[in-house]
């Protein structure tokens, strides 16, 4: 799991058919202080609604991803697990 800040959205003109109506968002992975950023941004895959500026926690366990999203074979690398309180 990693914590990040969303920075915005992502748009596709095409996608993968296991990621059919679900929102993209570019996240930059932070340190434990929250401030820190840790590494490059990434893409993850969000179900819960999360918007620019709001912090959250990834996982990028395959396992988990074909549990939240019902897929077997998907590109899903990164996706939100929850939003982080303030």
Partial sequence: MQSAKVLGNATSTAKHSSLANLKLLICQPMLSDGKTPDG?????????????????????????VKEMFGVENSPIRWAVLGLLDD
């Fill in 40 to 64: 490059a941004p990434l893409l993850a895959v969000d179900r819960f609604g999360a918007g620019p500026g709001e912090n959250v926690m990834l996982t990028s366990d395959g396992s988990c």
